[in-house]
C-alpha cells in the first residue's frame, strides 16, 4: 500500500510548507552565523520582504500551473502559500515598525506621507490583511460570490509589493523589474484565459 506521505497532495503540502518555512531557517543560519552584515536590521527587512513578495507570486502561478498541468494540486495550497506569504509581509513591516520606527505611529504616520515606497509597501499589507482573515472555508461559504472578487486585491497587492521594492532600491533594478515582469506576464496569462 502507498504511504500517506506520497499521496500527490500531501506532497505538494510538503513543497508548500517547507517553501514557507525556508526564509526562516535561511535567517536563522545567517543570525547564528553573525552574516547579517553591516546593516542586520536592513537585512532582515530586505529578506523577509523579498521573500514574502517571492511567495506571493508562487501563489499567483498555481492558477496557469494547474492548467498546464491540469491537476487541482496547485490550487489546493494556494491559500497555504498565501497565508505564509501574509506571515512573511507581515514580519518584514513588524521589523520596519519595531526596530526602525520604534513603534511610534507618528514617525509611521511621517513616513507614510515622506516615502512613497513606505505607502506603497504599507498600502500592499493592508489589501492582503482582509485576503488573510478571510482565507478560511468558514468565510467562504459566508462570502459565496464575494469571496472570490475580494481575493483578487491580491493582483494590485502583488504589484504594490514589486513597485514597493523598485522604489527602494538605489541603484540595480534588475531584480524589482524582474518580479515585476513576472506579475505582468502572470497577469496576462490570466486575461487571455478570460479573453
Known amino acids: 500500500m502507498q504511504s500517506a506521505f506520497w499521496k500527490p497532495l500531501t506532497a505538494w503540502r510538503a513543497a508548500a510548507w517547507a517553501l514557507g518555512l ?4 535561511m535567517l536563522s543560519y ?3 552565523h553573525a552574516k547579517l552584515g553591516a546593516n542586520p536590521v536592513e537585512f532582515l527587512e530586505h529578506n523577509t520582504g523579498l521573500w514574502a513578495l517571492r511567495l506571493l507570486l508562487v501563489c499567483l502561478a498555481m492558477t496557469p500551473l494547474r492548467r498546464f498541468t491540469k491537476r487541482s494540486e496547485a490550487i489546493q495550497i494556494r491559500r497555504l502559500l498565501g497565508l505564509w506569504a501574509y506571515f512573511w509581509v507581515s514580519v518584514h513591516f513588524l521589523i520596519y515598525l ?9 514617525e509611521l504616520a511621517a513616513d507614510l506621507i515622506k516615502r512613497t515606497y513606505i505607502t506603497l509597501g504599507f498600502a500592499a499589507w493592508l489589501l492582503l490583511l482582509p485576503l488573510a482573515v478571510t482565507s478560511t472555508r468558514g468565510w467562504q461559504r459566508r462570502l459565496k460570490r464575494r469571496w472570490g472578487q475580494l481575493h483578487k486585491l491580491v493582483y494590485p497587492a502583488v504589484l504594490l509589493g514589486g513597485v514597493h521594492f523598485f522604489w527602494l532600491v ?5 531584480e524589482p523589474l524582474l518580479y515585476i515582469g513576472i506579475w505582468a506576464l502572470l497577469m496576462l496569462m490570466r486575461m487571455r484565459r478570460l479573453g
Open 22 to 25: 525556508y526564509p526562516a531557517a
Open 30 to 32: 545567517s543570525i547564528l
Open 98 to 106: 519595531t526596530f526602525d520606527l520604534e513603534w511610534s505611529l507618528r
Open 170 to 174: 538605489k541603484s540595480d533594478i534588475r
